[in-house]
């Protein structure tokens, strides 16, 4: 059975950096293209990041291209979200999740993912 486990959020201020990590767990990391998703307070789980699973392509939403990245360490089986320049907009839920169909392809629609963690709550005061 697969699991994903997040961890690493908190409270912040504006400009701070945070680093999230989802540990994946019953499979090797290899076998998922993976994916990190928010829900910000009210609104509705939007795309962050993801990376392929085979040649490890990633895919930034343009309201967080050249702040966050996501990276992968296969040998740790852990997928983790570098976040940079926080803003108070970046607050939410932070989700990890996993799709074991796509290969080269970066998946970006929630709908493509199989697995979800429970999710980390990530607040940026002002």
């Known amino acids: 059975q697969v699991q994903l486990v997040e961890s690493g959020g908190g409270l912040v201020q504006a400009g701070d950096s945070l680093r999230l990590s989802c540990a994946v767990s019953?499979?090797?990391?290899?076998?998922?293209?993976t994916g990190w998703f928010r829900q910000p307070p009210g609104k509705e789980r939007e795309f962050v990041a993801a990376?392929?699973?085979?040649?490890?392509?990633?895919y930034h939403a343009d309201s967080v291209k050249g702040r966050f990245i996501i990276s992968r360490d296969i040998a740790k089986n852990t997928v983790y979200l570098q976040m940079n320049s926080l803003k108070p907009d970046d607050t939410g839920v932070y989700y990890c999740a996993a799709d074991t169909q796509s290969t080269l392809r970066v998946p970006r629609l929630s709908s493509e993912y199989d697995y979800w963690g429970q999710g980390t709550q990530v607040t940026v005061s002002s």
């Open positions: 019953g499979r090797t990391l290899s076998t998922y293209g």
């Open positions: 990376i392929s699973r085979i040649g490890g392509n990633t």
